[in-house]
């Protein structure tokens, strides 16, 4: 349990500090420590919404979040995340997804991101809002927050700049972890008290790396390192479950 406390609070930091929540990564560190898949979901969301709170007040007291594009991705995308939450899903194709995202995340956070917009955006970022609802559903149904996956599309249709796009990432996270963990309650199941048991010390630890890490981001670690750093332990993640299954 300490490994995985240390693990949460590494993968805390280094999320909040380009504007995700982690989803991903707590379920497939879950998932590497052999704990019952069916309660990944319900600790995975839950960590989410502690960490990206944090980090959506600190931008928005920061003035760097853009509102009104922000609000219309979460729009879309929250009824989608509890959809999902509310779908079942089997133990083996749930842990292929996520083990396949979390490799392909990886490859998408290491392509270079200018710290600021390079020109307009593209023709192609007219379309990304096509995107929330079905990165919204997936969120919900294998317990991430969606913004992981959001974010390159924004990034390679120059949507907006790096913080812009981090701060709207982790609002997004943080509505589609509403959603998604309440479509997960309304799912039922006798999984609740084993997810209080398993995900009470992961929160608390989250909460502290989930500050940092938006701390972190907004005065003192260069983007670059960040987004490395983060692809480096997403890769290390994503293959080994790949490789257990």
Same mark, same amino acid.
């Given at each position: 349990m300490i490994v995985l406390v240390i693990a949460f609070f590494i993968t805390a930091v280094l999320?909040?500090?380009?504007?995700f929540g982690g989803g991903s990564t707590y379920t497939a560190l879950l998932a590497l420590a052999e704990v019952d898949y069916r309660i990944f979901p319900l600790v995975a969301l839950a960590c989410n919404i502690v960490v990206v709170a944090g980090s959506t007040i600190r931008f928005a007291r920061a003035r760097i979040t853009p509102w009104k594009n922000a609000l219309i991705l979460t729009g879309l995308a929250a009824p989608a995340a509890f959809a999902g939450g509310f779908t079942p899903i089997e133990e083996g194709a749930f842990l292929?997804?996520?083990g396949a995202s979390l490799v392909l995340t990886a490859m998408s956070l290491v392509l270079p991101v200018s710290e600021k917009a390079v020109g307009k955006p593209i023709g192609a970022a007219r379309f990304v809002p096509l995107l929330a609802m079905p990165l919204g559903y997936l969120a919900g149904l294998v317990g991430i927050g969606g913004g992981i996956f959001l974010a390159p599309f924004l990034h390679l249709t120059r949507w907006n700049g790096a913080r812009e796009i981090a701060?709207? #990432?982790?609002f997004f996270i943080l509505v589609n972890s509403?959603?998604? &963990?309440?479509?997960?309650?309304?799912?039922?199941?006798?999984?609740?008290?084993?997810?209080?048991d398993v995900g009470l010390p992961l929160l608390v630890t989250v909460a502290i790396g989930g500050q940092l890490g938006s701390l972190l981001a907004l005065k003192y670690l260069p983007t670059r390192w960040i987004?490395?750093? #983060?692809?480096?332990?997403?890769?290390?993640?994503?293959?080994?479950? &790949?490789?257990?299954?």
């Open positions: 999320y909040a500090s380009v504007g292929t997804i996520l701060s709207t #990432t982790s509403v959603s998604g &963990l309440a479509g997960q309650l309304v799912k039922g199941g006798d999984r609740l008290s084993m997810a209080i987004r490395l750093g #983060t692809a480096a332990l997403t890769a290390w993640v994503g293959l080994r479950l &790949l490789f257990e299954l």
